[in-house]
């Protein structure tokens, strides 16, 4: 079977990934000293990023038909998340150039990170299961590596253990879970999914996937390997974690339920509610009672899972409604929002949090004190994070919050109901501990231990932050109706 | 011979599979378990595939999909396990041992404060 | 042209108050509260501009929407959502409007005594204006809520940077407790815009609930729920109890002119948010008419009655200056509530009337508990320390007195008014007929505990012998009394000639709810 030229076109942001993975892997050979390694690397890596975003951008047009790539679909969910994956990348490793500073290997950890990125691009590309796993897989492994790469580390090892361990176990019961449902209807590609009628069989199929994809999204009650492997890895890989792989995951949830099992919503539709009830309860109860920022940061990043999800659970009740479609879209928009917005001010969030880390070699809240005094960029940036966090307008985490009210109240369901009124509770449960830390962080300092310098970081920071500021402008340029139209 | 007896011995490897990821304690009997649920999948795949190739139509590929996954399956569980034993052994340099259950210093360290 | 007015109304304090942050934090730190007193007072002179061009006269001539000075234009549009960005002002908000101001300038001049972080507080001041203002004249649930929610923020640093002694918990408490209101509330507006068509402007809305509740496609019952969630959400705000804890923490840790600002004019964006979502956008259903209204409305009623009593118990009790003004708030609104719960012309009056009287007294009362607080000797509003103060401090005692008998509600004062009105309101009303006629009475016997509180705290504090706590006071400065005389003055103008303001509040009265 001769392969046609357009597969090369169609994946060459993976193939620029790859093409990115050897260079800084030469990188790390052809530098004389770890400042100069960082500099390369960083450089190298960033700059395939963006080249791949420009390919994801652009090369859409040229792709003829799925008859030539039947298992994949190039369209704007392919290069919206693809894009938002890439992009949080950039922010993680710039980051990175402050955690792993004494031997000169940034070069091995960089291209793990634009592999777990192709891994991402292939998720958001798939219109089958298999090419969805092998994503999925591709994009998971290398993220064990990245979390254990502290070799030396008895933090970072532990975290990864219990990463790999829960990782490969969520891995095995999704893919119990899709041979299930291979079974069940001897198809695989999405839209034969979608078609088949539910049977047993699948149905059990589908909440072996569910539980599974719980594991990696973080949600209740299948989340208890976050705030330990948040403590335990490089805060530049929490950034990852939390920032670009989880949204991945997302794109990986998404497409399996949105999109494949999109007429068994009765099927998955309630327990999802329960989970997003549970997860935001949970995390944001847990959240407010931590003294170290990391922890603050994973059970509020369990609460920020659950309020994504609540898209999945409009989209499930909207099964039926007079007007469904419209619903879905907004939905999928709504999730689409808060993810964007998410990255702007969890991204800023955790980039604070690593240059304190790295200033004090700990994460405990009482370091955060006085930074804002300490560090005016820094400070402010994190405040605005922290109330966009809240979701206090205009920032970006007001109006994705307000779209994801939106869609679930729309579909005037019990459960939706129920979902929004936990919505609002954990809302304000969580200005407690935001607040909190915003009041740390102005505060008057209780130590002189300066911050270490971080110029490119700070730059990028305030970059999040503007966006964050003008998110609601931003935004608006693209409507639920685009979003919507390549799906279906 | 019938479909279920396939579906049978996969739901029981599973079925040790799990409880064996819940019940051990060490980090290589975790992993042993995580292969069995993969292989189970496995024997589903092939077994389904097997019943469903007279009934699908389609390209070759879509024919043999079932077989297609399997080995892709075992391809992604080859690495995750190279990934893993790594990591198991960064963990016994680490802590001079590989028993999970004993490994708990970041939770620990959430009760100092 | 008066439309850009509006617009720059709105806007100007905001950028302002980055020109304000910036002047006084690289060039002098002095500057900055010149630069609030002058933002202030231009937007003010502005809005008494557009006052007297338009709302002095026989009757106020609307645009074809019922608003004056309309700026609209589609904000986000796609299928069955949109978003308008849409300002304006009617009857309801243009008091309210020209009342920020005024409070705002007066507590500008208050605010001269804080010397800490000057052009952060002078920053945040303005930014809390710009808020206060697109709350009253955002016609797009959207902007509204956009505003609504931004309040809290500056609002929640003035009382955790510049507060007393309690300041933290009391900001936190007041974060969450209206950031929850506000989510609950948020639901609610979402449902209306479920129910009307699928968009977020108010106008628009209005008409659509109206008309489908009309053609059948929405249910009375569906109002009601949309009713309660906005009730829940204004009414934390309001606050009336049992949800008025968070209330005397925040007015009480507050600063003089946090707290002045907090009882003036946030409590009334509680007021104005009932009025204009809770009952003007649905009151075209006939739902208040309805069984169902009516019954919310007897449960409104008991609810104002609890507030009106219960509250004023507590002000007895006080010792704190503030907390007893603070309880004395509380009380008052409950006649806001109490004139919506009638729903008459005289009691839409009252709970208007209300809002401006109280939103005039109760920031003059709060700024005179401060005076008190810087000029005795251990800095104490404790009413059992301080006495005498006639005689050290003639005419800060002389303006609690005016004030404080205004609150109490004597007739030649604005407070007598609304007072007046509301009790009239509810003894004409339909539902507080037969058994529930104990409601008003509740309400009137609450006025006899409110002239108590008032007596027994100007008897302590004013008079007796001075204590040593305020020997060293002197007369106090003129940016401290000057405001609170101006503000004494519009209270006897409001009771002497309430015309003046109750003529717009009754003409938009009789057009919103009973044309």
Partial sequence: ?488 | MELEWFVYLSLILFSIGILGVLTQKTAIRILFSVELILNSANINFVAFNSYLQSTTSGTVIDQYMGWVFAMVVIALAAAEAAVGLAIFISLYRNFREIVVANIYELAESEEDE | MTAGILNFILWFPLIMALVTYFIGKFVNEGWSKWFAVGTVSITTILTLYLWLQDFIGASVSYGSNGFLYETRFDWFSSGSLTITYDIGVDGLSMPLLLLTQVVFLVSAFSSFYIHDREPLYYGLYLFLLTGLVGTFVALDLFLFYIFWEVVLVPMFFIIAIWGGVNKYYASMKFFIYTHLASLIMLIGLIKMFQNGNGTFNMVDLKTNIANNVANGSVSLSTINIIFWLVFIGFIVKFPQVPFHTWLPDAHVQAPSPGSSILAGLLLKMGGYGLIRIGFWMIADTGYFTDELGKSSRVFMGIMAAVSLIYPAFIALRQIDMKKMIAYSSISHMGIVLLGLAAFNIEGLNAAMFMMIAHGIISPGLFLLAGIIEHNTKSHTRDMDKVSGLTFKMPITAALFVFLGFGSAGLPGLAGFVAEFLGFTGAFNSDVFQGTNIWIPVVAVLSVIVTAGYYLWAMRRVMFNKPSDEIENASFAKWWETGPIFVLALVTLLLGVVPAIVQKVIDEWARLAFFS
């Fill in chain 1, 1 to 488: 079977m001769a392969v046609d030229p357009v597969a090369f076109t169609a994946f060459s942001p993976v193939l620029a990934l790859f093409a990115g993975v050897i260079l800084v892997l030469i990188a790390d050979l052809v530098t004389k000293d770890a400042a100069s390694n960082r500099k390369f690397v960083v450089s190298i890596t960033s700059a395939t990023l963006l080249l791949a975003i420009l390919l994801v951008a652009k090369t859409n047009d040229l792709i003829p038909s799925e008859t030539v790539l039947p298992m994949f679909k190039f369209g704007i969910f392919y290069q919206i998340f693809s894009i938002i994956g890439l992009s949080a990348s950039i922010l993680v490793i710039f980051s990175a150039a402050y955690d792993f500073t004494v031997q000169k290997d940034l070069g091995v950890w960089a291209s793990l990170l634009m592999i777990s990125n192709a891994g991402g691009i292939v998720i958001a590309a798939s219109n089958h299961l298999l090419p969805l796993y092998v994503g999925f897989e591709l994009m998971a492994i290398p993220i064990y590596g990245m979390v254990a790469y502290r070799k030396r580390s008895r933090e970072a090892t532990e975290a990864s253990v219990k990463l790999f361990l829960l990782g490969a176990i969520s891995s095995g019961i999704i893919v119990y879970g899709i041979s299930l449902v291979y079974g069940a209807t001897g198809q695989l590609t999405f839209a034969a999914l979608a078609l088949n009628n539910s049977q047993p069989l699948k149905n059990v199929g589908i909440f072996l996937i569910l539980f599974g994809t719980s594991f990696k999204l973080s949600l209740v009650p299948f989340h208890w390997w976050v705030s330990d492997v948040y403590v335990g890895a490089p805060v530049s890989m929490v950034n990852y974690l939390a920032v670009a792989s989880k949204k991945m995951a997302f794109a990986f949830a998404f497409q399996m339920f949105m999109i494949s099992f999109v007429n068994d919503t009765d099927v998955w539709g309630p327990v999802m509610g329960l989970i997003v009830i549970l997860s935001i309860l949970v995390g944001n109860g847990m959240a407010a009672i931590q003294n170290r920022v990391m922890r603050l940061i994973a059970y509020s990043s369990i609460a920020h899972a659950g309020y994504i999800a609540i898209s999945l659970v409009a989209y499930a009740q909207a099964t039926g409604l007079p007007n469904e479609s419209e619903l879905k879209a907004l939905a999928l928009y709504a999730a689409i929002l808060h993810i964007v917005a998410n990255i702007l001010m969890k991204g800023t969030l955790i980039a604070g949090a690593l240059i304190v880390v790295n200033s004090f070699e700990n994460d405990h809240m009482e370091n955060f004190r006085g930074i804002y005094k300490k560090d005016k960029v820094v400070g402010t940036t994190m405040v605005l994070a922290l109330f966009s966090l809240i979701g206090i307008p205009p920032l970006g985490g007001f109006v994705s919050k307000y779209f994801l009210f939106i869609a679930v109240v729309n579909t005037n369901t019990t459960l939706a109901w129920a979902t929004a009124f936990v919505f609002a509770i954990g809302s304000a449960i969580s200005v407690y501990y935001y607040v909190k830390l915003a009041r740390v962080i102005l505060d008057e300092p209780s130590n002189d231990i300066p911050l270490v310098p971080a110029t490119p970081l700070k730059a990028l920071m305030v970059l999040l932050t503007v966006l964050t500021v003008f998110f609601s402008v931003i935004v608006f340029f693209i409507t639920p109706q685009d979003v919507f139209s390549t799906l279906f």
